[in-house]
């Protein structure tokens, strides 16, 4: 009688190990089912142009220049914005040049060019870009070119640029102790290529 009773208890234990067995299958059935029951999507990035846009300048803070006997360095804001949206990750060089400082009332009065003693940047959007490095390091004789052939103000090195800046030139032009009353004008001209500077 003890062995029959062994044999029921060991056949019942079979029995719920092979319900259990037949439970997990289905449950690892629909699961199957629902994980290949999936969908997917896409989507394009396009590149952008690279630009650089000038905002307004301003010499001397707008004011007048009242001569002294003494020379006077008088300073020179010209903000620039500089998009690099590209995704090329190449770098980028703004250039520069000017037309010579020329009086209004006689084309004969002339001011030195304007000088660069700096170029810092402040980041547009403060978001995930990449600022820029720069790599002219060296501003101590950078006079702006009035001729035809600009000269590099800024150089963003590759991997580096991408996003939206704007170039801070700490520029200044000199008025001579002997410069003459007048009304003095320029024309700044300024370009982004793609590339740093060579």
Not at 171 to 180: E, F, L, Q, S, Y
Request: charged share 10%.
């Amino acid at each position: 009688m003890k062995n029959v009773l062994t044999f029921k208890l060991t056949r019942r234990i079979a029995s719920a190990a092979m319900g259990v067995g037949m439970l997990a299958a289905l449950v690892m059935g629909s699961a199957g089912t629902a994980l290949a029951d999936s969908g997917g999507g896409s989507v394009t990035v396009d590149a952008g142009s690279l630009s650089e846009t000038i905002n307004s300048i301003l010499i001397n803070s707008g004011s007048h220049v009242s001569l002294n006997g003494t020379d006077q360095n008088i300073s020179i804001a010209l903000p620039i914005t500089v998009k690099d949206p590209t995704g090329s990750g190449d770098g980028w060089n703004v250039t520069i040049k000017a037309s010579q400082f020329t009086g209004t009332g006689d084309s004969s009065h002339v001011l030195p060019a304007p000088t660069v003693s700096a170029v810092s940047f402040t980041d547009v959007t403060n978001t995930t870009d990449t600022d820029p490095t720069n790599t002219i390091t060296d501003y101590s004789n950078f006079s702006v070119p009035t001729g035809s052939t600009p000269s590099p103000l800024f150089s963003a090195a590759s991997g580096t640029g991408m996003g939206a800046f704007t170039l801070n030139p700490t520029m200044t032009v000199k008025v001579p102790a002997n410069a003459i009353p007048d009304t003095y004008s320029s024309t700044f001209t300024l370009a982004v290529a793609a590339g740093p500077s060579a």
